[in-house]
């Protein structure tokens, strides 16, 4: 959002303006962006009420039409991307785009909003190849842990692939911004390490450095890149070259899909079913004395 509007913007959990309303309204006026695919969320109602209570006109983003939030919000987009899986794919990437031409808009940046329109067609043909390729390498090595590592607007991506892997295939994860994995983690390192690298183009050479030191430890290494060069292609067990046209920002979506696609297969190397994992249900719903209570269906 900050890189497309060129204005001051930053994310929290709604459960921060419940507990720590303060570090939130203590940086002047803002535009809050509610975030529910189910629009039944109980943290985001809450928050919508606060926001409500206070005069602070917000913005919804959902996938479901109809429901609680979008009565609460000032406005609501709605999204025809849920899915019937309890883990959020095809829904998160949505909400993404979504937002990134929301921001687009907004900052005028055109060209942005014509890579974004123009995306779906233009990795569909790369996407289609991932599953095979993914499902070979999952089957032919067994991991112990997964590090996944990204800077910039990756960093963000890393931590949705680390959470899927959690969600969906139980394994151990762990994020970090790139770089900062030398001061330490790295020690952690094991052949049954699979290290998964985002590379940027803003700082492509220093995260390859990163990438032949890590391979030099031993862990395995499956590298995303829009382009690749031969220190990438010999460094990587794994390389998912995503070959796109486009700006860096309107690539993000895509992206998404290989970490995806990674722990849907683990999961189901594990004889999972990475679309109902244990625990969880599509949406968190509290009663009142903040316990958890079945989710109503829509």
């Not at 962006?33 to 917000?58: F, Y």
């Not at 430890?217 to 998912?240: F, I, S």
């Not at 899909?257 to 297969?265: E, N, R, T």
């Amino acid at each position: 959002m900050k890189s497309l509007t060129g204005r001051r913007a930053w994310a929290v959990p709604a459960s921060e303006i419940l507990l720590y309303p303060e570090l939130v309204f203590g940086s002047g006026a803002c535009v809050p962006v509610l975030i529910s695919r189910s629009g039944q969320t109980s943290e985001v109602l809450k928050a919508a009420e606060v926001l409500n209570e206070r005069g602070i006109r917000n913005l919804a983003i959902s996938c479901a039409p109809g429901q609680a939030l979008e009565k609460l919000a000032t406005c609501t987009i709605t999204l025809p991307a849920d899915e019937r899986s309890t883990v959020m794919t095809r829904s998160f990437t949505s909400m993404l785009l979504a937002l990134q031409l929301l921001a687009g808009r907004i900052g005028g940046n055109r060209a942005c909003c014509d890579a974004l329109l123009a995306m779906p067609q233009a990795a569909a043909p790369r996407l289609s190849l991932l599953h095979n390729q993914i499902r070979e390498f999952v089957s032919s090595h067994a991991f112990t842990n997964y590090v996944c590592l990204g800077h910039g607007p990756f960093y963000g991506l890393a931590c949705e692939y680390g959470l899927k892997l959690t969600e969906m295939s139980l394994s151990t994860t762990q994020v970090f911004h790139s770089l900062e994995f030398r001061h330490g983690p790295k020690s952690a390192v094991t052949r049954e390490t699979l290290l998964i690298f985002l590379l940027s183009e803003h700082g492509f050479e220093a995260e390859c450095d990163l990438l032949e030191e890590m391979k030099s430890l031993g862990g395995k290494t499956l590298v995303v890149a829009n382009q690749a060069n031969d220190r990438v292609r010999r460094a990587a067990d794994l390389l998912v070259e995503m070959r796109l046209p486009h700006i860096e920002l309107a690539r993000l979506g895509p992206t998404l899909v290989p970490g995806q696609l990674l722990a849907l297969h683990t999961g189901l190397k594990k004889d999972l079913n990475p679309d109902t994992p244990r625990y969880l249900t599509r949406s968190v719903i509290l009663s009142e004395d903040g316990s958890p209570k079945p989710e109503p269906v829509a």
